[in-house]
């Protein structure tokens, strides 16, 4: 299987390439600069392993809870690419990442995942 994901939802922006078991992935805290560094990031890494949006199986992105703007970054992008390739989009729950890295971790499969969602509140699932 060949899957690129991205987040943008965060102060933090990423991209991963999993490719039949192996993960390739670019990470940067810089805030609201999200915009200019995903393509970059996106076509680094296809670069890398020398394919195209079209040659991959599907597309994912960060759906959220996060930054509005952010998410709408993951949205557009990973919407206009797939359109083009004709390829699927998966939505990804931040908070279900979340969860499913900490079981990866412990073991623990009971989790629950927050996320400071400002204004004094939390995202929580």
């Known amino acids: 299987m060949k899957l690129l994901a991205i987040d943008t939802s965060a102060e933090a922006c990423s991209a991963a390439l999993y490719l039949d078991g192996e993960v390739r992935e670019r990470f940067a805290v810089q805030p609201q600069r999200q915009s200019e560094l995903i393509l970059p990031m ?3 890494l296809l670069a890398e392993a020398g394919l195209t949006v079209a040659e991959l199986d599907a597309l994912a992105f960060g759906r959220g809870p996060g930054s509005f703007t952010g998410v ?7 919407q206009g690419a797939a359109f083009a ?15 499913q890295g900490h079981l990866r971790e412990t073991g623990q499969a009971r989790v629950l995942a ?8 939390v995202y929580w699932a």
């Open 42 to 44: 996106m076509d680094g």
């Open 72 to 78: 709408r970054i993951a949205t557009g992008v990973v």
């Open 85 to 99: 390739a004709d390829i699927p989009v998966v939505p990804v729950s931040t908070l279900a990442a979340l969860a």
């Open 114 to 121: 927050a996320l400071d969602a400002r204004m004094s509140e």
